[in-house]
């Protein structure tokens, strides 16, 4: 997908936002959600979106959005911080697929770091256990 393709409604997010698709959800007000990444690079892995910016990046975001968007990272990895004691977390955020990008809603990663385990691969292995998304999702909304 190029840095110039159209928003498809149909994506996973757009669908995760309608409540079509389940999520393990951190944190939702009218007009951002973050929710656990279902195939985490690690331990608290989460991802923030606004819901109303129907956007594939980060070239098409209305300035305000983002600023809101940027400001709910700010929130959500605060608490990753303070629920997961983590030793460091990596905000990431891709713009089309050479770069990464595999799903064509705009959406920042907050993953978090520890010191004694490696990071997963991107957008790769098998989904990871809904309940320990569960645990793990409490323990950070907890933080918030
Ligand atoms: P990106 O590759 O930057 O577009 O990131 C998309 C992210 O969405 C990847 O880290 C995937 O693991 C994650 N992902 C894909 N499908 C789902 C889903 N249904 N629920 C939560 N996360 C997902």
Redesign the pocket.
Known sequence: MSLEAQYDPEN??AK?IRDE?P??KIHETDAILA???????SEG?C?VIHKQAMVTNLFDVDDNDLAALTVAVKKVARAVRDGLAPDGIRV???NGAPA?????HL?F?IIPVYEERNLGA???GG?ADTEQLEKTATKIRAAL
């Open positions: 996973i997010f995760i698709i999520s393990v929710f656990m990444d279902v195939f985490p690079q892995h991802l990431a955020q891709f990464g990008q595999t799903v064509y959406h990663h991107h957008a790769s989904p």
